[in-house]
């Protein structure tokens, strides 16, 4: 099967839909599909990465849009090698091209939404999401309605997109999402980070492995920190990710403030063996996220056997809580304060139990080692859906 993924950007800083995008191309590749990318990206910047799949760059798209002239010819005149095409996003170019060149061409395609249909959105950001009423009313509603499918990574993705428009007809398409653990040796990995970060070897560390950004909830996380772990001395918090909007200095402030900056290590992003290394070393995992449309660190967290305390905002909280794999509480500080007492009123052994569920919450529900069957049924079964 010959399967197209069109993105606005294959940039890696964009975050979520580019990792998760590499991710399902390994999945097809293993059972023997071709896959090409299709992107509103710069020609030049595609020609500089190492991405797992042919790019076709069809940018440099213009404006945070990203609308390009080449791409709705560049459809129509390749739609045909494709059995699939698979839209991801919802608020840029790529997605309204795809309606423009594929609505009535046959071929099957859908969108992968990205968590981009929250109602999160509509409460936190109301002045655009006025501009993307409109946008929706005249544009989007008649996309979602011709898209062969419309795709969530979770069920709880699914009912919350219902809340956000009107006119909301689609066909609903719920398709596992995760990634894979890790492959390397931890212990090693562990080693390797305490040396690259010696102020943290021998504490207990809380961590958070997130872009650092208001919605990740990253000043609840300090406060919360401040007023239940670092109480022991024997803590310590571990921030690790992009300053992606300047906030690092503020939170450092923050920390200072509470009287826990020694106790505080931001380590900027952490890739390949630094980031398990810190998941190995770290004790808890943490993010008490204002919206989190899957969380796939937070899948990471639970392969190295983390419990998580998480806001209900992320939205695998529910599938935690099944397997008891940590704590949920409000996207709020009393929530997050509440959920980190409940951690360290545990014992040593409840800890380990949490730990083993936590293993097993990965590999029944985000271990793309086994959820991939389901992956490429759906998949398969979408391909089938020619008009």
Known sequence: ?????????????????????????????????????AS??????????????????????????????????????????FDLVLVNGVWNYNTLAAHQALAGSGIPWAIFTHGMMDPY?????PLKHIKKSLYWHMRL???????????????????????????????????????????????????????????????????CLSRIHPKKGTDILVQAFA????????????????????????????????????????????????????FAASEVFVLPSHQENFGIVVAEALACALPVVLSDKINIWREVLRHSAGFV?????????????CYTALTEEARATMRTRALECFRQEFDLSTTSVKVLENIEHLAGNKR
């Not at 069109?6 to 023997?32: C, M």
């Not at 398409?173 to 970060?197: K, N, Q, S, W």
């Not at 921030?239 to 931001?266: K, S």
């Open 141 to 207: 509603a008649r996309v979602f309605r011709d898209a062969t499918a419309i795709l969530f990574t979770t069920e709880e993705e699914k009912l919350l997109a219902r809340q956000s428009f009107s006119r909301y007809r689609v066909r609903e398409m719920v398709i596992p999402y995760g990634t894979f653990g890790p492959t390397l040796d931890l212990a090693t990995a562990r080693e390797e980070f305490l040396t690259r970060f010696p102020a943290v070897r021998g504490k207990r560390l809380a961590i």
């Open 121 to 125: 959105f509509k409460r936190e950001f």
């Open 40 to 81: 509103l990206d710069d020609p030049a910047f595609v020609a500089s990465l190492n991405f797992p799949a042919p790019l076709i760059a069809l940018g440099p798209g213009r404006g945070t849009f990203a609308y390009s002239p080449r791409a709705v010819p560049w459809l129509r005149a390749n739609v045909a090698r």
């Open 329 to 341: 509480a409000p996207d709020t500080l009393d929530g997050t304060v509440a959920s980190l007492t």
């Open 227 to 278: 007023a239940t772990l670092a109480k022991n001395s024997d803590w310590g918090l571990v921030i690790a990710g992009p300053d992606q909007v300047g906030w690092q200095r503020d939170l450092e402030t923050l920390a200072q403030t509470l009287g826990i900056a020694d106790r505080a290590a931001f380590t900027g992003k952490l890739e390949g063996s630094l980031k398990w290394g810190a």
């Open 1 to 37: 099967m010959n399967i197209l993924h069109f993105i606005s950007s294959v940039d890696p800083a964009t975050g979520g839909p580019v990792e998760g995008l590499k991710q399902r191309i390994a999945i097809y590749h293993s059972a023997g599909h071709h896959v090409e990318v």
